[in-house]
């Protein structure tokens, strides 16, 4: 069973705190995505990885960085964490498209942020 | 523009009643459009694929729908239950090898007893 696990279910971080969201695959997938989901916004792109070590901005980047180190694992930071960033965070991986049939991405359960 | 749009945005309906789902879509080129499914709280999980050359696929009791010309595919759900209440998002891969996806912002079901 394929799976994306992201590290924490539910975090309360305070104001101006350096959070770390972890997120690992087993899948052996080229690309990783960090989103963020907020109600009547869908999911938005902050960073996307297609390879060890190589990231791409998304759409909403400011606030944010990355880290991916090893091609399992992909981990989004939060250099000071601010309370318009509460909201939830969705880590997914996909293989990279060769084949329009594999473009699949696969979701992490998701991080439920809260900063106070 | 690249985008992706998903109507209503949230439906309420009593269980074993049939409903309907819109997505249209903008993205060019086109290759393949994803149902997603996410119940609260938990991260999406893929329904079904319509590629290209795809009219209408069935996965149980969801039936998508693809029309490549208007650029539209709907999510038919027959006689539903509690458990199909869930957020549907539609998703279209746009771009080369680095796989950009295009998410609408889905669509609110709640199945009613």
């Known amino acids: 069973d394929v799976k994306v696990t992201q590290s924490s279910r539910y975090l309360v971080k305070r104001t101006g705190e350096k959070v770390f969201l972890e997120c690992v695959q087993d899948m052996d997938h080229e690309n990783m995505f960090w989103y963020r989901q907020d109600p009547g916004l869908g999911l938005r792109l902050i960073y996307f990885?297609?390879?060890?070590?190589?990231?791409e901005k998304g759409d909403i980047p400011e606030g944010y960085s990355v880290s991916r180190e090893k091609k399992e694992r992909f981990s989004l930071i939060l250099e000071s964490a601010s309370t318009n960033q509460t909201s939830m965070y969705l880590c997914?991986?996909?293989?990279?498209?060769?084949?329009?049939?594999?473009?699949?991405?696969?979701f992490g359960q998701g991080t439920r942020l809260t900063v106070v | 523009k690249n985008q992706v749009e998903q109507s209503p945005q949230s439906l309420i309906i009593l269980e074993g009643k049939n409903c309907t789902l819109q997505?249209?879509?903008?993205?060019?080129?086109?290759?393949?459009l994803r149902w997603y499914k996410q119940d609260t709280g938990r991260g999406p999980v893929s329904l079904t694929i319509m590629t290209f050359s795809e009219n209408t696929k069935s996965n149980g009791r969801y039936t998508a729908t693809l029309d490549a010309d208007t650029k539209q595919s709907s999510l038919h759900i027959t006689a539903s239950q509690l458990s199909d209440s869930a957020s549907y998002i539609c998703?279209?891969?746009?771009?080369?090898?680095?796989?950009?996806?295009?998410f609408g912002t889905g669509t609110l079901l709640a199945v009613q007893p």
């Open positions: 990885s297609y390879d060890v070590k190589m990231k």
């Open positions: 997914a991986s996909s293989r990279r498209r060769g084949d329009s049939l594999n473009t699949e991405a696969f």
């Open positions: 997505c249209n879509y903008t993205v060019s080129p086109f290759s393949n």
């Open positions: 998703v279209v891969p746009w771009g080369g090898a680095t796989n950009k996806l295009i």
